[in-house]
């Protein structure tokens, strides 16, 4: 009898092991499940900060976009920027990091030139971008918005041949720092520079952009302007 008794007792210990170890692959299979689940991805937009706009930041310098210096903070500066590597792209101008922005940027190599020699000022009206380029080299892409009907903005080769170190009051609206290649055709600081043409004729850039372009042997006068 004792026998049978220690034989029933075995029999339980062996079915609750059995439903331990069930119970055990029951929780594990979701871990495991979630780590294999695709990671969401993140879009960088105008107001992110943080090391991964550092990164992207540095990313687009490195490529030629102007941005002025990568502090983190996707500003103004950096949204044109990923917009005038859009626009090369051939991507959505929509001023956003997402994975097909990131994965463009990952493989993209710096934009070409048309000029060989010299510094050069290159304005590009199909990509809508202009060119800072150094003996065939670009150097720097800034983005622009140009003339809104065809031929407003003129083609061909011309050189800044006037400035004003100011904001004119033009009648057309208010032109910030202008520098003039070809009668009242100028590039110039302007309060909104969207992603397609809409200026009168002249080559909008950003505030901030046209400091950067009144900076030391950027687009001085005589600096030399190819339209395309």
């Not at 695709?38 to 090391?51: E, F, I, R, S, W």
Request: charged share 15%.
């Amino acid at each position: 009898m004792a026998a049978v008794r220690r034989w029933r007792l075995m029999a339980v210990a062996a079915m609750l092991a059995a439903v331990t170890v069930l119970d055990l692959s029951i929780v594990a299979a979701p871990a495991g499940a979630a780590s294999s689940a695709p990671v969401a991805a993140v879009t960088l937009k105008k107001g992110a900060t943080g090391p991964e706009v550092t990164a992207l930041q540095n990313q687009l310098i490195g490529l030629g976009y102007w941005l002025g210096e990568p502090d983190g903070v996707f500003d103004e500066d950096t949204r044109h920027a990923v917009i005038a590597f859009q626009k090369l792209a051939g991507l959505p101008r929509d001023g956003a990091v997402g994975p097909v922005t990131q994965a463009a940027l990952d493989t993209a190599a710096r934009p070409t030139a048309r000029t060989t020699a010299g510094h050069v000022i290159e304005v590009d009206l199909a990509h809508q971008v202009l060119l800072i380029v150094d003996n065939g080299t670009v150097t720097e892409v800034v983005d622009v918005s140009t003339g809104r009907r065809a031929g407003t903005t003129p083609t061909g080769n011309f050189a800044i041949v006037r400035q004003i170190d100011g904001l004119r009051r033009a009648p057309l609206g208010k032109l910030y720092r202008p520098k003039y290649f070809y009668g009242g055709v100028a590039v110039h600081g302007f309060t909104s520079v969207p992603t397609k043409p809409a200026s009168h004729g002249c080559v909008r850039v950003t505030y901030t952009a046209m400091d950067h372009l009144w900076g030391p042997d950027v687009m001085p006068l005589g600096t030399p302007v190819v339209v395309y």
